[in-house]
Nanobody
Framework: QVQLVESGGGLVQAGGSLRLSCAAS????????MGWFRQTPGKERKFVAA????????RYADSVKGRFIISRDNAKNTVYLQMNGLKPEDTAVYYC????????????WGQGTQVTVSS
């Protein structure tokens, strides 16, 4: 099991920026990808961004492409989400997750960090 701790959330005005961090510990040797998801009350958790742990290839949801940047520091077992040009619709609880198999599920999750964007 991988333990994940997110940090960096907060309240920002529209157009502002935040950088989220996710520190991983435990069985990190099994990590294939790490990613970010977000969820608002009453809605499904949605994919935001992901990065390959070994190759650093990335992918993004269309809604954040060009505004958010995912990165990672393997030595620190940490993944980041730089969020720029924030919009009110970005308001959500952001979760870090680990994918331990190439075609497997996102099976480890952090506790989440709240991001609130005011208009």
């Amino acid at each position: 099991q991988v333990q994940l701790v997110e940090s960096g959330g907060g309240l920002v005005q529209a157009g502002g920026s935040l950088r989220l961090s996710c520190a991983a510990s435990g069985r990190t040797f099994s990590t294939i990808r790490m990613g970010w998801f977000r969820q608002t009350p009453g809605k499904e958790r949605k994919f935001v961004a992901a990065i390959s742990w070994s190759a650093s290839s990335t992918r993004y949801a269309d809604s954040v492409k060009g505004r958010f940047i995912i990165s990672r520091d393997n030595a620190k077992n940490t993944v980041y989400l730089q969020m720029n040009g924030l919009k009110p619709e970005d308001t959500a609880v952001y979760y870090c997750a680990v994918q331990a198999a190439d075609y497997g599920p996102w099976d480890s999750w952090g506790q989440g960090t709240q991001v609130t964007v005011s208009s």
